[in-house]
């Protein structure tokens, strides 16, 4: 069999996802003749049909079905090895591309970013903040900050800590100084922030039966931290996002109550596999593991 022409795969992966040869040719950024020509001359290649034809729409044969499944890797594999040969080209001068969400960018990896710089000032680091999930290698990032354990297709992830983090009610100090000497349902009277089904189970940890009806919630963490640090009300969190303003003094714990809530993901760093050993991308995955084991440590000398 004669070797086929690699330029036609990507063409031909297109048209097997989008199933017709319009769409795929708008996504390639080709004319459709273009796409219908190519198509054309790969089954003239291989010598036999990939795709029925009906009416507009295309749909993989057989055939077209076993050459997806081992060409979609193949193209995915090629795009890593890209990835990494840019990366290996440009060195550290180039940094580092990272997302991740807007609550953990504000409360937790931005202060400690002069620490990164001191330790690596030679390794810039460009922060997307998206409450979307980015697709790294289409959009050009190299890593990703992410709640869940994966997997992500095309993605090696690994999980920053084990344990699941406990959700906390805190207050702004001036707050909690006044609410010390009360009791847990005491809360339910105050200006809470935030989530009903979230305070209802911390009132259920906290033994209480009582009905959250929050004055104000928001579509990020970050923001209702701060509105707590302001005194506007109160809430519950991440244990982990409230630790620097804890240990600070910005907050402060309303007794000794913590829960788990069902379906919180731990923080896990996720990464192109082709990326492994980049060394920019090793210093960074070593030195986010080790802040996040000093806040973890850091959470235990707080007081109660």
């Not at 906390?168 to 001036?174: N, T």
């Not at 105050?190 to 009582?210: C, M, N, R, Y």
């Not at 069902?262 to 996720?270: E, R």
Request: no cysteine; proline share 7%; glycine share 8%.
């Amino acid at each position: 069999m004669a070797r086929i022409p690699l330029q036609f795969l990507p063409t031909f992966v297109a048209v097997a996802r989008l199933q017709t040869l319009r769409a795929a040719a708008d996504s390639l950024h080709l004319t459709h003749s273009a796409v219908s020509q190519q198509i054309g001359e790969l089954e003239s290649r291989l010598g036999f049909p990939l795709f029925d034809r009906r009416g507009r729409r295309v749909h993989l044969n057989a055939a077209g079905e076993a050459l997806l499944r081992h060409a979609s890797p193949a193209l995915a594999q090629v795009d890593d090895g890209v990835q990494a040969a840019a990366a290996a080209a440009q060195g550290a001068a180039q940094g580092i591309r990272i997302t991740m969400l807007p609550s953990f960018a504000q409360r937790w990896f931005l202060p400690r970013l002069g620490a990164w710089r001191t330790r690596h000032p030679d390794i810039p680091i460009e922060i997307e903040a998206s409450t979307g999930l980015v697709d790294l290698q289409r959009d050009g990032f190299h890593a990703a900050i992410r709640t869940g354990v994966g997997p992500w297709p095309g993605l090696v992830s690994e999980r920053l800590y084990e344990s699941p983090t406990p959700f906390i009610a805190v207050a702004a100090p001036a707050v909690a100084r006044r609410l010390r000497e009360g009791q847990p349902a005491d809360l339910a009277r105050e200006p809470l922030l935030g989530d009903s089904e979230v305070w209802e189970k911390w009132f259920a940890g906290a033994g209480v039966h009582a009905r959250a009806t929050p004055v104000a919630s928001f579509n990020d963490v970050g923001l209702m931290l701060q509105a707590t640090e302001q005194g506007l009300g109160l809430s519950v969190v991440r244990e982990l996002l409230a630790a620097d303003a804890l240990h600070d003094g910005r907050l402060a714990r309303l007794f000794d109550v913590s829960v788990v809530l069902d379906g919180v993901q731990p923080y896990s760093f996720a990464f192109p596999p082709a990326l492994r050993d980049w060394s920019p991308l090793v210093a960074l995955r070593a030195w986010v593991r080790e802040e996040f084991d000093a806040s973890l440590a850091t959470l235990k000398t707080i007081a109660r």
